[in-house]
């Protein structure tokens, strides 16, 4: 396996998960395994900070199950996207500053912080309405 994925390949998984915090900690996993073997390991501590963050407020806000999706786009950019059950968006960030000095809800400001970009947009699976929150980061 190269060091770099510089193939520039496009790869797609989706994890789907029961509504249990404990469903957290097998996505971060999961999605080291996935950027270790495609060869992009320098990202896996970021990327498992934004994943973190947008399935745990999946599992934590909705009452139904969540999916964690990662894919690498011909522009190299890895997705990371968590779908829930609510088809409500999410609350907007919080500044960063603010953000790091609270107990909850500073998520999506790490997310703001970190990602080359993010974003939500209405989705169905498992035949409910819900939506993805989503953010992407360069391969660079």
């Known amino acids: 396996m190269p060091e770099n994925d510089e193939t520039g390949d496009t ?3 989706t994890l789907y998960v029961p509504n249990d915090l404990r469903a957290v900690t097998v996505c971060r996993q999961t999605l080291r395994v996935i950027l270790n073997l ?6 896996a501590d970021t990327a498992e900070l934004l994943a973190t963050e947008l399935v745990s407020n999946a599992v934590r806000h909705t009452k139904g199950p969540a999916a964690l999706r990662v894919r690498r786009s011909a522009e190299g950019l890895v997705w990371i996207g968590a779908w829930d059950t609510d088809p409500e968006p ?3 960030p919080v500044p960063l500053e603010e953000a790091l000095e609270r107990e909850e809800g500073r998520g999506l400001g790490l997310v703001t912080a970190c990602a080359e970009y993010w974003g939500w947009h209405p ?3 498992f035949g409910d309405r ?3 929150v989503w953010c992407e980061l360069g391969v660079a």
Do not use: V
């Open 130 to 132: 819900g939506k993805y």
């Open 123 to 125: 989705s169905a699976r």
């Open 11 to 13: 790869w797609d998984y």
């Open 38 to 43: 495609h060869g992009l390991t320098g990202l």
């Open 90 to 92: 999410p609350e907007p």
